[in-house]
């Protein structure tokens, strides 16, 4: 049986976007194993409901399923005016839905991808925010953390619109903060380097054997590394407030210093 380390997590309730998958998924397990209640939203419904199933039959905890875009500012709306007028507005929003598309010089580059990573990790995680923050600015207790990268921090080639969005998610962290100056409200957010998720498969278009590339010849970090970090960010007395926390595979040193190691290599 999981003994749940952070007891000021228990009963608390946390918003996951993109709980579908990957990192997201992990950090719905991390807070339901703390005994939180869990609002997940993605736009696969099956994969998520198959998830909340095996915690609430695991932890006994309430999980609640939206079936959503964060691209799409009315579905962000309406799930929040659903989840107030329920009494269900979060204690801690996660926004973490994201991706990656193409790695390709600028010049080369495919618009339809930059939509897609723009009004995704920015303008999703603006509509989130929007939408969810007066509630706590009116309670005066919140905390908001973004899923933000490496790859907000330093740029590698091909990254340029993937490496924007994330400078731009570092930049709201920051502005946020000095917004809610005054407030209890904490802003943070968790920074990983290389995961190994479903990314690189969505980044490379569904070419699997690309995806894998990325990730062999070391240890990358799992979804549940990043997942325990965010778990201790929220878990953080209400005094402190971890603002950023970046977290790189130990074989990773920046996005391009990154030791490999030969097969049969210890
Ligand atoms: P995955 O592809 O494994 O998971 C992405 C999740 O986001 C899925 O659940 C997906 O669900 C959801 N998602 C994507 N687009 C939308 C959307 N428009 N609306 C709602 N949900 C959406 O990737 P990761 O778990 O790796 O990525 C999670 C976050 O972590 C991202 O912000 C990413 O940038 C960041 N990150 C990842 C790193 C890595 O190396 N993997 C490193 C640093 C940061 P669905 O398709 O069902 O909607
Ligand atoms: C995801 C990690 O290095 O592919 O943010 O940008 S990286």
């Not at 992990?26 to 099956?46: Q, T």
Request: proline share 5%; charged share 25%; with cysteine.
């Amino acid at each position: 049986m999981h003994v749940p380390v952070s007891p000021n997590l228990s009963r608390r309730r946390v918003l996951i976007t993109g709980a579908s998958a990957g990192i997201g998924a992990a950090i719905a397990r991390a807070f339901a194993a703390e005994g939180s209640h869990l609002e997940l939203g993605a736009r696969r419904m099956a994969k998520l409901e198959e998830l909340g199933e095996r915690l609430r039959q695991e932890y006994g905890i309430e999980v609640n399923c939206r079936r959503m875009d964060v691209r799409d500012r009315s579905q962000v709306e309406a799930w929040v005016e659903d989840l107030a007028q329920e009494g269900r507005i979060p204690d801690i929003l996660v926004n973490n839905a994201g991706l990656s598309r193409d790695l390709l010089p600028i010049h080369e580059g495919r618009p339809d991808g930059w939509d897609e990573m723009i009004d995704t990790n920015v303008k999703g995680l603006l509509y989130m925010t929007r939408a969810i923050l007066p509630y706590m600015v009116t309670r005066d207790s919140g905390h908001v953390i973004h899923i933000g990268s490496t790859a907000g921090d330093t740029v590698y080639p091909g990254g340029n619109v993937y490496n924007a969005t994330k400078f731009a998610v570092k930049a709201l962290t920051e502005g946020m903060n000095l917004d809610l100056v005054g407030t209890r409200i904490r802003v943070s957010s968790v920074d990983p380097g290389l995961v190994e998720t479903e990314f690189s498969q969505v980044r490379f278009r569904g070419d699997e054997e690309r995806a894998r590339k990325v990730y062999q010849g070391y240890t990358p970090l799992s979804s549940e590394d990043v997942a325990e970090v965010v778990r201790y960010v929220a878990a953080a007395p209400p005094h402190v407030n971890l603002v950023r926390t970046v977290v790189y595979p130990t074989d990773q040193r920046n996005p391009y210093v990154l030791h490999r190691r030969e097969e049969g290599e210890e």
